[in-house]
């Protein structure tokens, strides 16, 4: 088990810090300044964003992702995607890596039929559209996808849809052209076999974007929406891989994209870190700078182990799919154990670096806020933590015991 960063990666490494520094972050000040001006209902792209994808791609920076793509492999693309999480809201899309799409490319690379590769991926590979991905419902408890009330049936040849979905990242945006959405498809099958997944234009009669969620005030860019699909009637060849399949779907999607918001997450934290330690070095209170309390030194001390344990247990996540694929036994509880460290690590380390910046901290003159209001939902999108938690610990329960477990346990 080797993380040493490849001679590939080390070259993206450097290539990519460049584009951040000289590019990204000289941009954030335009990025939110469009955004104010045009106020929080207004979803479109600042368009500083549309010329660093230019420049990305120029760089060859684009599409990391996906190893079919990239050529990289999870463990290298870890060490790449932490830097684009110090900019989440900024450099993931700019190198065209960024959720939803992300996840909804992977699915269309492995499901896909070469017609909807071609009217669907192809433009998302190639930045020119978004998507969104449409599972969350507001009725049951979406963490168990089993449960999902959307109907989906077979009209002729057409799939009749009707339900309402929520916090469907995305859909707001207006490059946002297509969806997949899960539904049912068959209730009177076994449990893990009556969803399916169908693409939907969202501009199809019947789909109704009613609203776009707020996360603590705060609305994203493109959109956390509330859709209601009313006799949505959409070609059956929308359909995705088969009936029945939409389950193991989500499974194959969720994986590589819970570990990604991950790898992101650590770049955040090391940004708050960054700006924690800068603040206390130059704040001076009771007579001497803040970096000379002992509680804020403490305070750095657990953020820097935090955050590089966080790193090892994702890299070796990411490393066990390289080597395992991401449906192994071992690279799922792997993911669900980084999934439930990452995102309360990153409050973590943000909490402090608000607390050091006192009121600035809670503001928007640093991005601190933000930071902390996407890593606290976090914590619940892609699965709750209590869901990854009782993965790891039926894993846990479910495991043969070792020679030593077995010496010691015995009465």
Known sequence: MDFAMSAKAADYHDRLTSFMTEHVFPAEADYHAYREEKGPKDFTVPPVVEDLKKLAKERGLWNLFLPAE?????????????????????????TNCAAPDTGNMETLHLFASEQQRKQWLEPLLAGEIRSAFAMTEPAVASSDARNIETTML?????????????????AADPRCKILIVMGRTNPDAASHQQQSMILVPTDTPGVDIQRSLPVFGWQDQHGHCEIVFDNVRVPAENLLHEEGSGFAIAQARLGPGRI?????????????????????????????PLAEQGVVRESIA???????????????????????????????????????VAPQMACNVIDRAIQV????????????????????AMRLFDGPDEVHMRTIARTELGREKSAFAAAVTQR
Request: aromatic fraction near 6%; glycine fraction near 8%; charge should be positive.
């Open 154 to 170: 077979r009209d002729g040849d057409d799939y009749v849809i009707n339900g309402r979905k929520w916090w469907i990242t995305g």
């Open 260 to 288: 990604h918001h991950c790898m992101r997450a650590i770049g955040a934290a090391e940004r708050a870190l960054a700006l924690m330690v800068d603040r206390v070095q130059k704040r001076v209170a009771f007579g001497k």
């Open 357 to 376: 910046h006192g009121g600035m901290g809670v503001s928007d003159d640093v991005p601190l806020a933000r930071l902390y209001a996407w890593h606290r």
């Open 70 to 94: 990239s050529g990289l492999t999870n463990l290298e693309y870890a060490q790449l995607a932490e830097l684009t999480g110090w900019s989440m809201e900024i450099a993931p899309e700019a």
């Open 302 to 340: 657990k953020s820097r182990n935090e955050i590089d344990q966080a790193r090892l247990l994702c890299h070796k996540a990411a490393w066990t799919i390289d080597e395992q694929g991401n449906r192994s036994k071992e690279a799922q509880t792997l993911v669900a154990q980084i999934k439930s």
